[in-house]
């Protein structure tokens, strides 16, 4: 079983909607990330949690550690959000990464 | 300022021969990370340096592959006698500090396709 597993692997929304993504993991972490990496290939980090909720901007970041789920939600989404949005467990120097999951945000 | 570069931006090379892949960290992060990407796959980690601590080598998938950092600044990443399935984009990224709380700066990538 993976450390960490995502869903949906993929997700296609129209203009507008809101977005969740979804994030499991099962090991003890002192940390989560949340990073996007764009078409091109770039990777940006978005958030990183350690426990509670973040907002920047449209988007949202949440994790439960008693429950070991962390939740992405982007609202009012846009054809720019199109991206694979990455879960990353912080538990020691390096970060263990899920699949992504791939939005594709149509117009 | 400057950003997390890698050199080159895409290599191909034959299989059997040697590559290096270069990586500028941002100044003054003393962590610095590569990672591989398959295609189609999710980010694996492979070597991290913290300071002049000895690296952290568990990641790397055989003794074909290596890496090197100077002080705190520049990484080379060597992998020898390359096969096929070293096709990848390898990425490099630093941090402040290495730790699960802080936020790792991704370079670009290299490209690297061995035929």
């Known amino acids: 079983k993976n450390e960490v597993e995502q869903s949906p692997q993929n997700l296609t929304a129209q203009e507008g909607e809101f977005i969740t993504i979804n994030c499991s993991y099962s090991?003890?972490?002192?940390?989560l990330h949340w990073l996007q990496q764009h078409p091109g290939g770039g990777i940006v980090s978005l958030f990183m949690?350690?426990?509670g909720k973040k907002k920047h901007g449209r988007l949202i970041a949440t994790i439960n550690i008693q429950e070991k789920h962390s939740s992405l939600h982007i609202t009012a989404s846009h054809p720019r959000d199109s991206a694979v949005y990455i879960c990353a467990l912080g538990s020691q120097g390096n970060l263990i990464f899920g699949k992504g999951t791939k939005l594709s945000v149509k117009p | 300022g400057a950003g997390v570069s890698q050199s080159p931006s895409n290599k191909v090379t034959e299989k059997g021969k040697d590559v290096e892949l270069r990586c500028d960290p941002i100044?003054?992060?003393?962590?610095l990370y590569w990672y591989r990407q398959r295609l189609g796959q999710g980010l694996e980690f492979l070597i991290y340096?913290?300071?002049?601590?000895?690296?952290?080598k568990s990641g790397l998938p055989s003794d074909r592959f290596s890496a090197e950092r100077t002080g705190e600044s520049v990484s080379t990443l060597t992998i020898q006698r390359t096969q096929q399935e070293d096709s990848a984009v390898y990425l490099c990224?630093?941090?402040?500090?290495?730790?699960?709380?802080?936020?790792?700066?991704f370079g670009p990538g290299t490209r690297l396709t061995v035929t």
């Open positions: 340096f913290q300071g002049n601590s000895a690296p952290d």
């Open positions: 990224a630093s941090s402040l500090v290495a730790g699960p709380t802080f936020e790792q700066y």
């Open positions: 090991v003890g972490i002192s940390a």
């Open positions: 100044s003054g992060h003393t962590a």
């Open positions: 949690l350690s426990s």
